[in-house]
């Protein structure tokens, strides 16, 4: 079980805005890291801390937070978004053990 | 440019020991956290633990029992054991370079940026 909870699956018309949800008591004292991982590719760092994008990564994808949810959002939606997305942060033991939440699958239609 | 480069065996038989290494190459050892994640087949993401440069580590509850991280800063690498491994343990692992801090807000991040390309093993009789 993962103390991160993600929505499985969520699709977006081409072009339009989707938001992605993580839910858990650690996102009340962590901001979420999300990764983008396309199939048979390591995952992709896309956004961190309170809403940081690596470099190389395009600015319709942003970050937010509100008590225990965080939230990624793709502002246009693109072909190559299509993949799973996987929010991260450290855990609410206090224990320093990281967890992930179980992905969504966005397909962009 | 940081890059980790892992490498291990890829094919086990139930009760063998698994073991893989990530080189970390372009970058700085210190001041980070080096992770092993795994991910069985058309499954998610699973954190299986850290260590840092000075040898702290933190395991997964659920799989501490069997999985040791090591690190050689001579060579800018860490290592990852896990001991008695079943047909569960089949997945991709990849390794990856963690970063985590205290912000001005109150708030803390932690993230990983750099990741391995992953090595897939198969436990298997």
């Known amino acids: 079980s993962s103390e991160l909870t993600q929505d499985p699956a969520v699709s977006v018309a081409l072009g339009q805005t989707v938001r992605i949800t993580c839910q858990g008591d650690s996102l009340r004292s962590y901001y979420a890291s999300w990764y983008q991982q396309k199939p048979g590719q390591a995952p992709v760092l896309v956004i961190y801390g309170k809403n940081n994008r690596p470099s190389g990564i395009p600015d319709r994808f942003s970050g937010s937070s509100s008590g225990n949810t965080a939230s990624l959002t793709i502002t246009g939606a693109q072909a190559e978004d299509e993949a799973d997305y996987y929010c991260?942060?450290?855990?609410?033991?206090?224990?320093?053990?990281?967890?992930f939440g179980g992905g969504t699958k966005l397909t962009v239609l | 440019q940081v890059q980790l480069q892992q490498w291990g065996a890829g094919l086990l038989k139930p009760s063998e020991t698994l073991s893989l290494t990530c080189a970390v190459y372009g970058g700085s050892f210190s001041g980070y956290y080096w992770s092993w994640i795994r991910q069985p087949p058309g499954k998610g993401l699973e954190w299986i633990g850290e260590?840092?440069?000075?040898?702290?580590?933190n395991y997964n509850p659920s799989l501490k029992s069997r999985v040791t991280i090591s690190v050689d800063t001579s060579k800018n690498q860490f290592s990852l054991k896990l001991s008695s491994v079943t047909a569960a343990d089949t997945a991709v692992y990849y390794c990856?370079?963690?970063?985590?801090?205290?912000?001005?807000?109150?708030?803390?991040?932690?993230?990983?940026?750099?990741w391995g390309k992953g090595t897939t093993v198969t436990v298997s009789s």
């Open positions: 991260n942060s450290r855990d609410s033991s206090g224990n320093h053990l990281a967890v």
């Open positions: 260590i840092n440069h000075s040898g702290s580590t």
């Open positions: 990856a370079r963690g970063d985590a801090g205290a912000t001005t807000v109150g708030y803390y991040y932690y993230y990983m940026d750099v």
